[in-house]
């Protein structure tokens, strides 16, 4: 019985220790990433620059969600289409509040729903479909309603984004595929409908195209492209984004990535790092949108670094393709940071005045121009390989799966693993072990009688 109390007391103060300390910090930064709080007053804000519109061009409409929506599911397709400037290319949403994309960037949508049905009387030529959570159902209900009003039109959905689509009862009976994570946590499992794919980048089925994680995306928006804009619109796209891997659009099929034990340095940075590193990005008008997309969804995505938008800008900052950011803090008041991100090609010429401001304030933190010297590489190259750097290697090749970024070309140095993140649970374990070694000799073993006692009569 005693033996049975003492497995109890092990097994129960080993779950409390490491369990609930992991379990805790993983909710704690998983919410941080997707639901990250604004902690600075929101601005006055008067101008929202909108594209000019174009009658002679398609329309896209990219969707933006309550209370976030995937960084770079939004800002990827939205840049691709703006880039061929042959769409007009507007980021749409429930309502014109402010919105925000996971990692902590907020921006102001063009139109709601029912201001781009006024303005163009008909459907949006195409639908890009993000991954959006669906956790507050009157707050996403919105979106789900706009897609299936729209259902004729052409309908993209980017990686988690397929979830989504399929949730509109869009894809019944159709083929379709969705990010990895979500075959092996049996998300798909809720759309049985649906004849899902797990062996390539991309699928096209009639009206609906869907693309597999993240930079699978990449391909699907190429492969819409190249059907209607012709395939050298696509390659021009491509090489302009110095892409590596347009062999995908031309044959999506590749070998399925599964939860597997590369999970588990992702798990545990979101459970055991205790320290983030704290990063600001500099926000500035003209700026690069995939290039800002990559801090993001690099740094913070990896459980390892909490983002900070900055700027001295009152108003929205506009994007080289005409989005409007909205800075979460000033120079004056920005938090304590240990880097500071001025993301872009060609940051250094645009940034110079807002260097010197940032430098002038007192800021010890020197700005670091994180795409100098790539404009030959994809814009997520650098960013990786220095996430090895500040982190480990481990943490930066799930980054780049994560990513589904089937790059060869990288060149990762630095710690093999992450000491603290694997450091914290071997810790925790220890702490587990000595605690329940007290708690049995000070409270089971107790009860157990001692020797025979002197007194006991024995015959002499």
């Known amino acids: 019985m005693k033996l049975l109390l003492r497995v109890v007391v092990y097994v129960m103060t080993f779950v409390i220790l490491f369990g609930g300390v992991g379990a805790f910090g993983y909710i704690r930064s998983n919410h941080a990433y997707w639901i990250p709080t604004r902690q600075s007053p929101m601005p006055a804000l008067q101008d929202v620059s909108i594209p000019e519109h174009n009658p002679k061009k398609p329309t896209v409409a990219v969707l933006l969600s309550n209370p976030t929506t995937e960084v ?6 939205y840049e691709m289409f703006a880039m061929t400037e042959s769409y007009n290319v507007y ?73 989504n689509l399929a949730d509109t009862g869009l894809l019944k009976g159709k083929e379709a595929i969705t990010d990895w994570k979500s075959f092996d946590y049996h998300e798909i499992d809720k759309y049985p409908e649906t004849k899902w794919r797990r062996d390539v980048r991309y699928v096209a089925d009639g009206n609906t195209v869907a693309s597999a994680a993240l930079t699978s995306g990449i391909d699907a928006v190429l492969y819409v492209i190249s059907q209607q804009l012709g395939e050298p619109m696509a390659e021009k796209i491509a090489k302009e984004m110095k892409y590596p891997s347009y062999h995908f659009v031309k044959n999506p099929k590749v070998d399925p990535y599964y939860v597997d034990r590369t999970e588990l340095i992702f798990t545990f940075n979101q459970a055991f790092q205790w320290n983030k590193k704290s990063a600001g990005v500099l926000l500035y008008n003209g700026m690069d949108d995939g290039a800002l997309t990559t801090i993001f969804d690099t740094y913070a995505a990896s459980g390892t670094t909490k983002v900070y938008t900055i700027s001295d800008a009152k108003q929205p900052i506009v994007t080289k393709n005409h989005l409007n950011l909205v800075t979460r803090y000033q ?64 943490t930066a090749k799930y980054g780049a799966k994560r990513l589904e970024y089937r790059a060869t070309n990288l060149n990762f140095e630095g710690k093999p693993f992450s000491y603290e993140a694997f450091g914290i649970p071997i810790l925790l374990s220890l702490a587990a072990l000595l605690t329940t070694f007290f708690l049995d000799k000070r409270f089971i073993r107790k009860g157990r009688r001692g020797p025979m006692s002197n007194d006991t009569n024995v015959p002499k």
């Open 72 to 77: 770079f599911d939004f800002m990827v397709p």
């Open 91 to 163: 980021a749409v949403a429930p309502d014109k509040n402010m919105k925000t994309l996971s990692g902590g960037l907020d921006l102001m949508p063009h139109y709601s729903f029912d201001e781009l049905d006024r303005f163009l009387g008909k459907s949006p030529d195409l639908i890009v479909i993000p991954a959006m959570p669906m956790v507050d159902e009157a707050k996403y209900k919105p979106v789900r309603e706009w897609i299936q009003k729209h259902s004729d039109t052409k309908l993209l959905s980017i990686c988690a984004g397929g979830l």
């Open 331 to 394: 120079m004056s008041n920005a938090p304590k940071l240990d880097r500071m991100f001025v993301p872009g090609v060609e940051a250094e010429s645009l940034t110079a005045e807002d260097v010197k401001q940032w430098n002038k304030k007192g800021n010890n933190v020197v700005p670091e121009f994180i795409h100098s010297g790539s404009a030959h590489r994809f814009i997520f190259d650098a960013p990786l390989e220095d996430l090895a750097k500040q982190e480990d290697v481990l």
